[in-house]
């Protein structure tokens, strides 16, 4: 699997979402590069780990847990929220950072924040009749509802393939991964600080799941961005940045 290492300071550990790559995380690494020792991951059948079959949540948790330090904070961003929370979970990370993520994707009966599954399995369906349409389709879904939605879908169709195209069953798999994982039932025991930082206008995780879901974790704190969509870290890179530092300082001083 594919790290990249950059920076110097405390680690932060930086998980992509479905059908991306480590290097869109750019503009937020920029930022956070003079503080953090940062460890940009490609997933497997992503990016530059491509060739890399995908084995599941907890064997992807373990093989990144085993090439970065064991004090590393954790952030994932959409379906890497759920690799990122997994390590938490299991005690591979010292805190926590869910950017647009939830511990379950998926509306149901007792979760209806969530988006309906149809969202999921009609990108599954597609994949194999027309593989960049379907890319495309999801990377508008991903700007929709940013203040710079325009800026936002450029950036994400420039370099959306910069380390390379993933693999048709990696993205199969992580549909699959968001259709059906949850792990609200664990979040109560979530034994480290997390910080969850929602985009008001994401069309595919909603403000009010993440505000719901920072609720269950005893040490949770929830971070609305006013005029985000689903990748702030685009849009919103300053106030990413900086909530992400106020984080970290709030930590250390606990």
Same mark, same amino acid.
């Given at each position: 699997?594919?790290?990249?290492?950059?920076?110097?300071?405390?680690?932060?550990?930086?998980?992509?979402?479905?059908?991306? @790559?480590?290097?869109?995380?750019?503009?937020?690494?920029?930022?956070?590069?003079?503080?953090?020792?940062?460890?940009?991951?490609?997933?497997?059948?992503?990016?530059?780990?491509?060739?890399?079959?995908? %084995?599941?949540?907890?064997?992807?948790?373990?093989?990144?847990?085993?090439?970065?330090?064991?004090?590393?904070?954790?952030?994932?961003?959409?379906?890497?929220?759920? &690799?990122?929370?997994?390590?938490?979970?299991?005690?591979?990370?010292?805190?926590?950072?869910?950017?647009?993520?939830?511990?379950? =994707?998926?509306?149901?009966?007792?979760?209806? #924040?969530?988006? #309906?599954?149809? &969202?999921?399995?009609?990108?599954?369906?597609?994949?194999?009749?027309?593989?960049?349409?379907?890319?495309?389709?999801?990377?508008?879904? #991903?700007?929709?509802?940013?203040?710079?939605?325009?800026?936002?879908?450029?950036?994400?169709?420039? @370099? &959306? =393939?910069? @380390?390379?195209?993933?693999?048709?069953?990696?993205?199969?798999?992580?549909?699959?991964?968001?259709? %059906?994982?949850?792990?609200?039932?664990?979040?109560?025991?979530?034994? &480290?600080?997390?910080?969850?930082?929602?985009?008001?206008?994401?069309?595919?995780?909603?403000?009010?799941?993440?505000?719901?879901?920072?609720?269950?974790?005893?040490?949770?704190?929830?971070?609305?961005? #006013?005029?985000?969509? @689903?990748?702030?870290?685009? %849009?919103?890179?300053?106030?990413?940045?900086?909530?992400?530092?106020?984080?970290?300082?709030?930590?250390?001083?606990?």
């Amino acid at each position: 699997m594919r790290i990249e290492t950059h920076g110097q300071g405390p680690a932060l550990v930086l998980i992509h979402g479905w059908a991306m @790559h480590g290097g869109l995380f750019a503009p937020l690494a920029q930022r956070l590069g003079d503080h953090h020792r940062l460890f940009l991951v490609d997933l497997p059948g992503h990016g530059a780990s491509r060739d890399t079959p995908w %084995s599941g949540l907890a064997e992807t948790v373990a093989a990144i847990a085993a090439q970065v330090p064991r004090d590393a904070l954790w952030l994932g961003w959409s379906l890497g929220g759920l &690799v990122a929370l997994r390590a938490a979970l299991d005690r591979h990370a010292r805190g926590l950072v869910m950017l647009c993520a939830t511990p379950r =994707f998926t509306a149901a009966g007792d979760w209806p #924040e969530g988006v #309906e599954p149809a &969202v999921f399995t009609g990108f599954a369906r597609e994949l194999g009749s027309d593989f960049a349409a379907t890319i495309d389709r999801f990377l508008a879904l #991903e700007a929709m509802g940013s203040d710079h939605l325009r800026a936002d879908l450029r950036h994400l169709r420039a @370099h &959306v =393939f910069d @380390h390379g195209e993933p693999a048709p069953a990696a993205l199969q798999a992580g549909l699959e991964l968001l259709l %059906s994982c949850d792990l609200r039932a664990a979040l109560p025991g979530l034994a &480290v600080p997390s910080l969850w930082i929602a985009g008001r206008r994401d069309r595919l995780v909603t403000a009010a799941a993440m505000r719901r879901a920072a609720g269950l974790a005893p040490r949770g704190r929830f971070l609305q961005i #006013e005029g985000g969509g @689903h990748a702030p870290f685009l %849009s919103h890179a300053d106030e990413v940045a900086a909530a992400i530092q106020g984080f970290v300082r709030a930590d250390a001083d606990a």
